[in-house]
């Protein structure tokens, strides 16, 4: 498997940090009614940022008041950026995870990009873009729902999912 992967540099999480620190309604507070942990929202804009910065699309004025926006428009299209955070690199049999309830609101939106980022290595590699209207049935997963991984763990679903092999995902490249 060939991702693309990239790093953020020290002047980019500055510059970052001090977007998030300009952010109202406590972006990062670990009270926010924002979804995930301080760290996920963190790292999640650092890959926004990257996704944009990669099409040329302007990211100064973020407005993350509402987290059902469009993140990045490109090539017309509104794409959604959903990041996975791990502590290894992405493998060809991995799959996104993302819960129905996100893409239910992003209704307006056309693509999503998926990028995955590794903690250890503080990598981020960009698994590609999908169409959301072209999602296969077969990728959903009921809350309560059991899985068996690869390499023969389970987990159970806590939220209705969505389940989309690395593989389908299409090359970033085909966006540029």
Known sequence: MNLESFQTTPGEKKYIRRILASLPNGFLSPSSDMPGTREQRQIGLEAQYKIAKMFYVPFGEVKIENVDEIDLTIKGMKADVKCLLADYDPQPYYSVNIKNYQLQKSKEKDIIIAVMYNRKTETFFIAGWYLINKLKAE?????????????????????DTWDIPVSEFRPIDQLR
Do not use: D, L, M
């Open 139 to 159: 990728w959903f997963h009921y809350r309560g729902e059991q899985k068996i991984r690869k390499e023969g763990s389970t987990f159970q679903y806590k939220a």
